[in-house]
């Protein structure tokens, strides 16, 4: 029995030189890996400032120079609204509802510097959904142009961390 513990040792003493002889490239070889990721997280943590430092300090420019965009799309919006013969004829229509009331307070006035009783009925406004409809698709269309340039935005600074 003695012999059996004693070959069962020197096996275990061998394969645990054998391990030890392997485990030092091993060893080496993770601490190489662990020193590489380290470095590469201080570049992107480095790297990350850079860019927050950035937009930091031109945010300002930047909303001025969107502003400014947001003005000129606005006036061009206008301009070509303006044209549009469908447009022409809703304002038109909207008109005739203003003028209508300002045909009822004359009338009105009429009646009452003729010492009558007033008989003329009150103006009736009905609700203008084709502003609302037209309003919400245009605030849906506009968030979907906002979500993509913040994406556009956020692989910007994921392409910039990740830059070599």
């Not at 029995?1 to 030092?24: C, P």
């Not at 201080?42 to 860019?51: G, P, Q, S, V």
Request: with cysteine.
């Amino acid at each position: 029995m003695n012999n059996d513990i004693q070959k069962a040792a020197e096996r275990v003493a061998k394969l645990r030189a054998q391990a030890d002889k392997l485990s030092a490239p091993l060893d080496d070889a993770l601490a190489q890996l662990e020193k590489a990721e380290r470095a590469e997280e201080d570049r992107r943590a480095l790297r990350a400032e850079n860019y927050d430092t950035r937009v930091a300090a031109t945010y300002k420019d930047r909303l001025q120079e969107m502003t400014e965009s947001a003005h000129a799309a606005r006036e061009r919006f206008f301009e070509a609204l303006s044209g549009e013969p469908w447009f022409a004829g809703y304002v038109e229509y909207r008109s005739a509802r203003h003028k209508r009331e300002y045909i009822l307070s004359e009338a009105r006035a009429a009646q009452r510097n003729l010492g009558q009783v007033c008989t003329v009925p009150d103006q009736r406004w009905t609700d203008n959904r084709f502003a609302d409809d037209l309003l919400e698709h245009l605030e849906k269309k506009a968030y979907e142009s906002a979500d993509k340039f913040g994406e556009e935005m956020r692989t910007a600074r994921r392409d910039f961390i990740s830059a070599e």
